[in-house]
């Protein structure tokens, strides 16, 4: 009989789906798995695709992986990011989304680094299939991954959490498969859609959506409607879809100055604040005053965003946060498998400038109010 991947056969022990049974199942070589598994060359194309199947369909994650909490830690931890590409030439700053990552990053290495604890970094591609052989080799490397906007589908993701600490940061609210980290993006966009409703008297409303595989930008979508539901005298009288990047802002300013008859919106909301600082230039080469002709308002609260001319009123992600909170409960998840599924939802802070209308050289922070029915946070067993 052969023994299972623990070494041993006795009863009880948990069914662990081990390389030679992926190798069995695919009509394999162990060699050609492992190959398939390290995203290494010499594996044929159609050969790939039958294992990476038959991976998706055992939930098998690398042994070291599924054993590492019963032998002994590593004490290091992964963070798989997300890599969008831009339609066109773009800053890399821009392309690899690190105005966001490195604030997530920040708030992990404050977490583990007087812990002596190690972090292992890798992006996945957004554009087409995720890259599952760099997520398994990582995954045999470290003792629990953090993983970023949701990239990885949710059945996939609910297998490597079975078999290895996950916390998802800024993904889905909803996600069942995971711990999930984010903030709460739709009380944030509800707010700031309420204070140019009622505070500005706005009423024709050009939206700057982001990615929509990206939950951070449905769930603000979501909180933009929902204001909008509730006031009838209101419009949205065009959008576009970003991808968080300056060129798809640019982009969608120029959507926005090519409206039929000419005739600009009262406001443009953007999914973030980079979207925001492009059409607030676009709007400026065209030779639209923001807020007189135009409001503008973004998301985020990047630096930059203080910086602009007039400054941009924003929605404060607590970026720096996110990492921080995640990478706990990580720790604990480590330390304490069976602890119960957890989504954590951190307040926002609407940000007051000029952009938005304010009187010049207003800069006021106000507490979101979390809307009604929203839990801080929701559990189930694991």
């Keep these: 009989m052969r023994q299972s991947s623990n070494g041993g056969s006795s009863a009880g022990a948990p069914n662990v789906v081990t390389l030679y049974d992926v190798a069995s199942a695919a009509g394999v070589s162990t060699a050609t798995v492992s190959r398939v598994v390290h995203g290494l060359d010499r594996v044929r194309d159609t050969t790939r695709a039958r294992v990476l199947g038959v991976i998706e369909?055992?939930?098998?994650?690398?042994?070291?992986?599924?054993?590492?909490?019963?032998?002994?830690?590593?004490?290091?931890?992964?963070?798989?990011?997300?890599?969008?590409?831009?339609?066109?030439?773009?800053?890399?700053?821009?392309?690899?989304?690190?105005?966001?990552?490195?604030?997530?990053?920040?708030?992990?290495?404050?977490?583990?680094?007087?812990?002596?604890?190690?972090?292992?970094?890798?992006?996945?591609?957004?554009?087409?299939?995720?890259?599952?052989?760099?997520?398994?080799?990582?995954?045999?490397?470290?003792?629990?991954?953090?993983?970023?906007?949701?990239?990885?589908?949710?059945?996939?993701?609910?297998?490597?959490?079975?078999?290895?600490?996950?916390?998802?940061?800024?993904?889905?609210?909803?996600?069942?498969?995971?711990?999930?980290?984010?903030?709460?993006?739709?009380?944030g966009s509800v707010a700031l859609a309420r204070h140019l409703i009622e505070d500005h008297g706005r009423r024709r409303l050009y939206y700057v959506d982001g990615p929509s595989s990206a939950p951070d930008a449905n769930e603000r979508r979501r909180g933009l409607l929902q204001v909008l539901r509730a006031h009838p005298e209101c419009e949205l009288v065009g959008s576009s879809e970003g991808l968080f990047t300056f060129a798809s802002g640019e982009e969608a300013g120029q959507k926005l100055l090519a409206m039929a008859g000419g005739t600009v919106p009262d406001a443009v909301i953007c999914a973030n604040d980079q979207m925001a600082i492009a059409v607030m230039q676009t709007l400026a080469g065209a030779g639209l005053a923001v807020p007189a002709d135009v409001a503008v308002v973004g998301f985020d609260d990047i630096f930059p965003a203080s910086l602009c001319d007039p400054p941009l009123t924003t929605i404060h992600q607590p970026m720096r946060l996110l990492g921080e909170r995640a990478c706990a409960r990580l720790l604990d998840r480590i330390a304490n498998p069976g602890l119960r599924q957890k989504m954590e939802l951190l307040p926002t802070e609407l940000v007051l400038r000029s952009s938005c209308g304010c009187p010049p050289g207003t800069m006021q922070r106000l507490p979101v109010p979390r809307l009604r029915g929203r839990r801080p946070a929701s559990a189930r067993t694991s």
């Design 57 to 187: 369909q055992l939930g098998y994650v690398p042994d070291s992986a599924a054993q590492s909490l019963s032998r002994r830690r590593k004490d290091v931890i992964g963070l798989v990011c997300v890599e969008r590409k831009a339609p066109k030439m773009q800053y890399d700053i821009e392309s690899m989304s690190l105005l966001f990552y490195d604030e997530i990053l920040r708030g992990v290495e404050a977490r583990i680094r007087h812990h002596n604890w190690s972090l292992m970094i890798t992006y996945l591609e957004e554009e087409g299939e995720p890259d599952l052989p760099r997520l398994l080799s990582l995954s045999g490397k470290v003792d629990g991954l953090l993983i970023g906007e949701g990239i990885v589908p949710s059945p996939f993701l609910g297998r490597l959490a079975e078999r290895q600490p996950v916390v998802v940061i800024a993904g889905n609210p909803r996600e069942r498969a995971a711990d999930i980290v984010t903030a709460d993006n739709r009380s």
